[in-house]
């Protein structure tokens, strides 16, 4: 009981007129408060992985098994080939359940909580992305197990594949923007699923995700040269397996920057208005 | 455990404020407590206040000072003009009840005030600090405890308050002293470390308005904080709220029952179709409704002669009606016409079955201030409003 008086002070706090809340990146540390909720969320409900742990399972083996033979000459090489597509792929995929999430989470209480709490208004958005992260993780590492055991092998060093995971987390968060944006724009979790698949299948497809640019007509190539998973998956190759990698990486970090200076702030703007 | 509740939360809330408390939380008066604090009993005797920090004996004051004020608040939302003009006024530790059907506009003009909604038009500050422009500073002095309760329901009990006292600035350690002070109040301490979702109604209830508590707010807005509880868990709740009114908290009520807008509110504002048809005390608005009704059952059905002629004369001037088989019902304006009456069904002989006072229902109330049903729909002919 002694250490009741301690919380004294906060009750001043409506009637001071100085500015409040002088302590620093508030938005950094409410954001990891909340990023810490999802994470806890996630924990709670862990068939919500189902989409980052058995999708890459299924997708090497049934792409590597099935087209293997045909598309390579082996399934060896053809799995060294397709895993960075298949982990840019299911990644991309992983970012489409934030905005399922928040689309239903949004509809609650909690968040006109959070609306009435003296904190960033964008913290709960960004603290659900930030929350996310593990999710990517887990993609990750479930994508580099399976492979393992199917027989994929790093040829490169252990640094530059720790970056080429880094390379596709940091993708993966960027462009959760986008779903977020969607779940603020649409009105059922449905409808960002339907959204969100229709946009992420033909980035998925028409790249270098599944067979090497160059077997397609011109006019693909035209896009897929442009498209961000191409320039994903041709780094997260790079890093992997050695192969060239030209201006990929900048091109990739350019696509993250630019979903992020692009989506974020109409995704936050959407927010406002939603509730 | 039930009745404890409040008692418990008005000792923490005392010796936040260094004050020692002897102030009885339940069975407040409420005729007295509107006559001011000079006759108040529930003034406590042997406050101390420390510091020049102001204890119950002066939050329970009447004055001139508004913490919540809003003027001509207006909000549409595509054709449905939630409200069309509304002014509040909430002065200082008192407790505003706002009462009105479904669909009146009360839970739009708590959104406002909470700085969830900006107003279309009008007016609205919170201890000076207006909703819109300084909604940062409201936010800052506020509770709000939602009609659906709003926790994260993955979250434990614990984790729920513990999240909030992160983002209310308490630090880790603070945050985790605050959470586990509140779940021991709130008697929550043995469900603290369930999932949310495992809560029964009055659990989550209880939850949900000590996560508005964590950042000890001045000011409190409960929507609707009783709907859907039984009748036992309302008591508790309203104990509660007449421990955080007695400790200095200024509270904004809103509710369907006039029965809970009289237990614990200084004054009852009542909308209808988002406008203030009534604004008055308890006492002045069961003035206008007409008060109580003693309804009595005799045992004996040859006795409802005698029994209605009692009524009459303990009424407050009606004539007792049967109002159901073998039910009299009569208005009356005195509590004591409750005593009065068994006196006197005690001396004539009668036995009665059913004895009991009943406050106006909400539809009453807006069949007397309107002169139709709450229900009924809004097409039908307006009555002429009633000025507030």
């Given amino acids: 009981m002694s250490t009741l008086t301690d919380t004294a002070p906060t009750r001043s706090r409506a009637l001071s007129t100085t500015t ?62 397709l895993l960075p597509g298949i982990l840019a792929q299911t990644i991309a995929t992983g970012a489409i359940a934030i905005g399922v999430n928040l689309n239903t989470d949004i509809a609650k209480g909690i968040f006109d909580r959070f609306r009435s709490l003296p904190i960033p208004r964008s913290a709960p958005l960004v603290g659900a992305v930030l929350g996310d992260v593990v999710r990517y993780v887990i993609v990750t590492v479930s994508t580099l197990a399976i492979g393992y055991v199917m027989g994929f092998r790093i040829d490169t060093d252990p640094f530059r594949a720790i970056a080429g995971c880094l390379l596709a987390v940091l993708f993966a968060l960027c462009l959760s923007w986008l779903p977020v944006l969607v779940s603020m724009k649409v009105r059922t979790a449905g409808a960002v699923q339907g959204v ?50 030209g201006n990929h990486v900048w091109w990739t970090l350019a696509w993250c920057a630019g979903f992020v200076a692009v989506f974020m702030p109409l995704a936050l703007r959407a927010y406002r208005k939603k509730i | ?64 000072d508004l913490v919540i004020e809003a003027e001509g608040l207006v909000k549409t939302f595509g054709k449905t003009r939630a409200l069309q003009g509304v002014d509040l006024a909430v002065p200082r530790g008192t407790v505003l009840g706002v009462l009105g059907p479904n669909g009146a506009g009360k839970t739009t003009a708590v959104r406002i005030l909470s700085t969830l909604l900006a107003p279309d038009g009008g007016t609205a500050r919170i201890s000076g600090f207006d909703v819109v422009r300084d909604a940062e500073r ?65 659990m989550r209830r209880r939850l949900d308005l000590a996560a508005s508590l964590v950042g000890s707010p001045d000011v409190i807005f409960l929507d609707e904080p009783t709907t859907g509880l039984d009748p036992a868990k309302r008591e508790d709740m309203w104990d509660v709220v007449r421990s955080l009114v007695n400790n200095g908290s200024t509270v904004l009520l809103t509710t369907q029952y006039l029965e809970e807008a009289d237990a614990l509110a200084d004054a009852i504002t009542v909308i209808d179709h988002g406008r203030v048809i009534a604004h008055d005390t308890p006492e002045g608005l069961k003035r206008v409704v007409g008060g109580q009704t003693l309804e009595v059952r ?91």
């Fill in chain 1, 196 to 245: 969100m698949f229709a946009l992420i299948m033909p980035l998925s497809f028409a790249s270098n995700v599944f067979v090497g640019a160059d077997t397609l007509p011109g006019w693909m190539q035209a896009f897929v040269d442009v498209n961000p998973m191409t320039h994903l998956v041709a780094s997260v190759r790079g890093l992997f397996l050695g192969t060239p990698l």
């Fill in chain 1, 20 to 81: 409040p809340n002088p302590r620093p990146f508030r938005l950094v540390r409410h954001s990891l408060a909340l990023a810490k909720r999802s994470l806890i969320k996630t924990w709670r409900t862990p068939e919500a992985l189902i989409d980052v742990t058995l999708q890459p399972v299924l997708f090497l083996i049934i792409f590597v098994y099935v087209f293997g033979g045909a598309v390579a000459g082996s399934t060896h090489d053809y799995l060294q080939f």
């Fill in chain 2, 138 to 202: 409201v936010r800052q002095s506020i509770g709000l405890t939602g009609q659906y309760a709003s926790v994260d329901e993955d979250l434990t009990g614990r984790q729920n308050l513990e999240l909030f006292g992160t983002l209310l600035e308490l630090g880790r350690a603070g945050a985790r002293r605050r959470a586990a002070e509140l779940l021991d109040w709130f008697d929550l301490t043995d469900a603290a470390n369930r999932q949310a979702k495992t809560y029964s109604g009055g």
């Fill in chain 2, 298 to 388: 005799p045992s004996d059905p040859a006795q409802l002669p005698r029994t209605a002629e009692i009524l009459t004369q303990v009424g407050s001037g009606a004539q007792a009606d049967e109002i159901r088989k073998g039910v009299l019902a009569v208005p009356v304006t005195d509590d004591a016409a409750l005593t009065e009456s068994v006196a006197r069904f005690a001396t004539a002989g009668i036995a009665v079955t059913e004895l009991s006072l009943h406050l106006p229902s909400l539809d009453e109330v807006f069949f007397t201030l309107t002169g139709r049903t709450a229900s009924e729909d809004d097409t039908t002919t307006r009555p002429t409003e009633v000025a507030a």
């Fill in chain 2, 1 to 64: 455990m039930r009745s404890d509740v409040g008692h418990r939360i008005g000792r923490w809330q005392a010796l936040c404020r260094g004050q020692h408390i002897v102030t009885p939380t339940v069975g407040v008066d409420l005729t007295a407590l509107t006559l001011g604090p000079g006759v108040s009993p529930c003034q406590p005797v042997s406050v101390a206040c420390q510091g020049g920090v102001s204890g119950p004996a002066q939050t329970r004051r009447m004055t001139a």
